[in-house]
């Protein structure tokens, strides 16, 4: 039986990056593909980065049963299938699911033997830079996404393990170290988390 994985940030911390550079390190570790309702950005294909579906098919999948989670993330729905993340596990494969921390939730609860991991940016400007230099969104969702990365990070304690992406190298390193089972000095419980986290979540003036 496989291992299940969740790894979780706001949007700009780097997840996608780590994610990216631990698949190319691991060849064993496969990679729910999402679906989602989000209109596919330039470069990405359908059923390989996401299942794009309109949002009367996200419905009826929901309706179905079909999703181990789902949420609504700004204006789009994401969720993950369940059937595939099962037959995945149940090969001996470890999967890992790119998520959301309202989803991750929804896991935890579906499958408490799951271990969860929380991306953190190391100050608010670099999620900021972060997100510009995408080069992605609007000024408007920008300034929207770094306003709902403080909720997003306020919920940093609810998972297993915290790495802050201060450097990228090194952020890439602590990840795999989680996947192999080590990691104790990364809990979520740590102590100084806390002076970064008040320091991430406080919202500018």
């Known amino acids: 039986m496989g291992k299940l994985f969740v790894i979780s940030a706001p949007s700009g911390a780097g997840k ?3 994610v990216t550079s631990l698949l190319a390190a691991r060849p064993g570790l496969k990679v729910s593909v999402s679906h989602t309702t989000r209109k596919p950005r330039t470069n ?10 309109t949002l009367a098919q996200f419905h009826e999948l929901i309706n179905q049963d079909a999703f181990l989670e789902y949420a609504q993330v700004f204006d789009n729905y994401y969720g993950t299938g369940a059937a595939q993340v099962r037959e995945q ?12 921390w309202q989803g991750a939730r929804q896991v935890r609860r579906a499958m408490p033997d799951s271990t969860s991991i929380f991306i953190l940016p190391p100050t608010r400007a670099a999620l900021e830079q972060r997100l510009r230099e995408r080069r992605t969104d609007s000024p408007e969702t920008i300034a929207r996404r770094l306003a709902d990365a403080s909720t997003d990070m306020s919920h940093y304690n609810e998972f297993d ?8 190298d090194k952020a890439a390193v602590d990840v795999d170290t989680i996947l192999d089972g080590g990691g104790r000095e990364l809990r979520a419980s740590r102590s100084e988390l806390k ?9 500018p003036v």
Not at 44 to 53: A, K, L, P, S, T
């Open 161 to 168: 393990f915290v790495v802050v992406n201060d450097q990228f």
């Open 195 to 203: 002076p970064l986290i008040d320091t991430l979540v406080r919202l």
């Open 44 to 53: 990405e294909v359908d059923g390989r980065d996401y299942y794009f579906v």
């Open 89 to 100: 596990l149940a090969a001996g494969n470890d999967v890992l699911l790119e998520i959301d």
């Open 16 to 18: 996608t990056s780590l």
